[in-house]
């Protein structure tokens, strides 16, 4: 019976280190995937971000800019013609309505 404890030893002890090495690994794992978790939530972050960035750019770039010219241009000929007076010149163009 006495050469079978030494190997009884040698197995729980062999035993104890692989549940000690599992655990290990499992608790690196663990920790490796939250960083991941964090990783990839703060690329999303920064995509989201970026996005929003090129938007404001691209619409900062792209300001829609009032034709001056044709607004003048329309109001100038507007109430020149007969009927399309203005409230405040009538169709004689006159601010009584006279001549």
Same mark, same amino acid.
């Given at each position: ?53 090129? @938007?404001?750019? #691209? ?7 009032? $034709?001056?010219? +044709?607004? *003048?241009? =329309? @109001?100038?000929? #507007? ?7 203005? $409230?405040?010149? +009538?169709? *004689?163009? =006159? ?5």
């Amino acid at each position: 019976m006495a050469p079978a404890v030494p190997a009884l030893i040698s197995l729980a002890l062999g035993a104890g280190t692989a549940v000690y090495t599992g655990e290990t690994q499992r608790r690196v794992a663990r920790k490796q995937m939250r960083q991941q978790q964090q990783a990839q939530s703060q690329a999303e972050a920064n995509v989201a971000r970026q996005r929003q960035e090129n @938007a404001l750019a #691209f619409n900062k770039a792209n300001a829609k800019k009032p $034709n001056i010219a +044709g607004l *003048l241009s =329309s @109001a100038s000929q #507007f109430g020149t013609g007969g009927l399309l007076g203005t $409230n405040l010149t +009538g169709p *004689l163009r =006159s601010p009584l309505g006279g001549s």
